[in-house]
């Protein structure tokens, strides 16, 4: 039996991981595609009214973040990439990383907040309640595959709060979103010395 559940969430890793893999591979392609095929000029014609703006930035990637990660963060990492606007490249990955922990941190405690709320859980969404059974099912291994896949992590911080997930337990285990970030960000900077 407790072969089978370390199979099991083996294989969950696993396949997440090389969704994540996936993923990260599209999004490189599309980017070397856009630097091949279009000038730096042509960038920031198409995306210049956003793109020097750090503060309109910075907001979206909260929001984003807070709001279950509606924007991949490897898009902000590629930006910090290629302003620098908020400072050297690693340091603006260690600080979006810390947005994003941070942010995951702010769901799993509005999850503990909401887990005795009877109204929030007769609101049953078809896809929270499916992250809902997966957190039952693998527990804190979820924040782990959540934190370095394309789960969307703070969704899973949430049901974390909400499941009861000790806080200690949670705050380590979500360390691996910044190993992520880290990760992602050094794929990135040597896709972008080609």
Do not use: C
Request: hydrophobic share 50%; proline share 4%.
């Amino acid at each position: 039996m407790v072969r089978g559940i370390a199979r099991e969430r083996k294989h969950f890793l696993l396949s997440n991981l090389l969704k994540g893999f996936i993923y990260l591979a599209i999004l490189l392609v599309l980017f070397l595609l856009l630097k091949q095929f279009s000038s730096e000029e042509q960038r920031y014609n198409w995306f210049g009214a956003i793109y020097d703006d750090t503060a309109l930035i910075m907001f979206i990637f909260v929001v984003s973040e807070l709001l279950f990660g509606i924007i991949p963060p490897e898009v902000f990492m590629l930006w910090s990439l290629e302003t620098s606007l908020i400072g050297p490249y690693f340091f603006s990955i260690g600080v979006l990383s810390v947005i994003s922990y941070a942010a995951g941190f702010f769901n799993f405690n509005l999850g503990r907040w909401a887990k005795d709320k009877k109204w929030i859980r007769r609101l049953g969404y078809p896809r929270f309640n499916k992250y809902l059974r997966m957190f039952r099912q693998y527990g804190g291994y979820l924040v782990i595959v959540a934190s370095i896949s394309p789960l969307p992590f703070s969704a899973i911080s949430l049901l974390s709060g909400i499941g009861g997930l000790p806080l200690r337990k949670y705050l380590f285990l979500s360390l691996f979103r910044i190993v992520r970030y880290f990760a992602y960000g050094i794929a990135l900077m040597g896709l972008d010395q080609l």
